[in-house]
């Protein structure tokens, strides 16, 4: 069983962690599962191993947590060879312009925990000479935007280290991969309205990290659209872009 | 409010579109007037709430899975496509498949769906051997054969409306390849149609695809397709055990303008059908289980070429004795008519296992038409002849069926509502279907 790949969700009870975990387990990788709830996580560890017939490990971990990451690294039965953070925080903008615990916690879940715990793995991953990390990030991130900028900034911050973490760590053997989905139906997005088109279902981002992972991809749009709509985005003047609304 | 329809877009209703996310919240969701919905591939008004539609399909996960007996316990919002792409790689596939995997198993449970099999090896049903049902009293009960043995029975083809299906346990049947071994016979008209079903009695899977624009002597020319789980030594060279599973490659992206599907286009395309397949007829061959079970999967959202008022679908069941002479009269006047579409199926099937369920043994005839001119007055008078001949219509695919239809066609429904009164006495469980069909006004 040693001899098997083996991938780690961190945010394993999100809908994209779970079509993450599939995907690898589904391409033969031993997977585990870490989120705040170990217990809630059970379900979907049977899931996987009814499913697949994989190894399936569980584990506590609290993105806030800052103080325990060190000890969660290093209390892993083995050095997974995929860590995939999925970890985040959509929040509310609006309670977030006045709230200052809101947005900073909006801002801790999305940059600083994700960033910590990936550079965390990093250090070992290069001490080893292998491993790939991916962060999922957003494409809030790619210009603040009126109606989400502490999400969306939190965002482009963890982008820019996924970036930077890239670019260090490939000369060592390690490989970063940054995923943007744009709008994926879960649970975070339930309630929003959402364009259809525009518009994936979360076991589409679980087979894009699958396939950035094995093709060494280094920044995924899931939906080829979003490119070209943050292209656009990212290019209008900011003259005009501060009178959009959206 | 959120507007809701089933797979043929007709009727479009308003009701409150709620997505639980556990169990708990499954009962907290249900309120007077609510109904589950599954993948919403039910063609008429089954899966929308009277007032609240509960849909299900977050419940994806798979409980356990036992790989020496095929016993599978999973949730009841797996859908078919993801037990078929999962479990058939391990040699595992459902015992009952629909004309479409898009469907959740609460779904296939509480529409007792039939397959290509249904006339040797039963329903859906069938393959089901417990249910975890939330009832429209509040209890969450499990209901087998020897346990709660009513619900159970109810619950198998009672359209959602004995409560909420959580989990299922489920036998999948062992299979060498995910390839179906297709022998088509060519039939010049219905009587050479029926006789090569009567003689594909023996074979597991047996359908027909009938022209329905053709007329006079050509009336009820068909395409027979029976099929065989292919063994491992029957695969071509280098074809793996278990074929791709294919995304739906093209898609109907826009509602079609509703004249797209017309007399002559429905003409040619039948024509040109009937040819194609003629010229296969004959010897064995090995396909796909995908194109095999699933033509139309491989085109997603087809259900928009009907444009943009929907279409119905009416599939009736005619007992075998006389069925011959009712499914003359019924094509003849569908040929008559004309904008009947390439949706013709006609096949044979056995006993129901469900109180409610829709198979009766006999032959099952499905057909499409637009939603235009004057189709319900139409359907109504080919109602009076399946009634006469003692037959029903599948309420999965119903939408605008009399109460005196189908009080007419389904005997058992007094019992049925006994069973229902009884797990959900102050009548919580309402869909726009009951409301049509069953609930007292």
Known sequence: MTSRKSAIVLGGSSDIGRAAARAFAKAGYDVALAGRDVAALEPDAADLRARYNVEVGLHKFDVLDTASFDGFVSGLPALPDVVISIVGLLGVQQNAESDLAHATTIMRSNYEGPSLILGLFAEKFLARGSGTLVGVSSVAGDRGRASNYVYGSAKAGFSAFLS??????????????????????????????????????????????????????????????????????????????????? | MTLVSGWGRFPVVDSELLRPRSFEAVGEAVVTGSVARGNGRAYGDAAIGAARTIAMTGFDRVRSFDPVTGRIRLEAGVLLSDLIDTFGPRGFLPFVVPGTRFVSVGGAIAADVHGKNHHCEGGFGRYVDSILLRTGQGETIEASREQNSDAFFATVGGMGLTGVILEATMRLRPVETGWIRERVISASDLDAAMRALDAGDSATYSVAWIDCAARGSDLGRSLIYLGEHARTDELADGAGAFPAGKNPGLAVPVDLPSMTLNRYSIRAFNELYYRMGARRAGGDHVVSLYPYFFPLDSIADWNRIYGRRGFLQHQCVIPELGARAVLGEILDRVARRGDASFLAVLKKLG???????????????????????????????????????????????????????????????????????????????RSKLSQRLFDEV
Request: positive net charge.
């Open chain 1, 164 to 246: 930077g973490l890239r670019a260090r760590a490939s000369r060592g053997g390690v490989h970063v991969v940054t995923v943007k989905p744009g709008f994926v139906r879960t649970k975070m997005t339930e309630g929003m309205k959402l364009i259809g088109p525009l518009t994936v279902e979360a076991p589409v981002v679980g087979d894009a990290i699958l396939n950035a992972v094995e093709k060494k991809t280094d920044v995924v749009y899931v939906s080829g659209k979003w490119r070209l709509v943050m292209l656009i985005i990212k290019t209008l003047p900011e003259a005009v872009f501060k009178k959009l609304k959206f």
């Open chain 2, 351 to 429: 006993q129901g296992d469900g109180i409610l369920s829709f198979p009766l043994p006999g032959y099952t005839l499905a057909l499409d038409f637009p939603v235009k001119g004057d189709i319900l007055n139409f359907l109504d008078e080919i109602d009076r002849l399946v009634v006469a001949a003692g037959g029903r219509l599948y309420l999965a695919k119903d939408a605008r069926q009399s109460r005196a239809t189908f009080e007419a066609g389904y005997p058992a429904l007094r019992r049925f509502n006994a069973i229902r009164k009884s797990l959900d006495p102050a009548g919580t469980i």
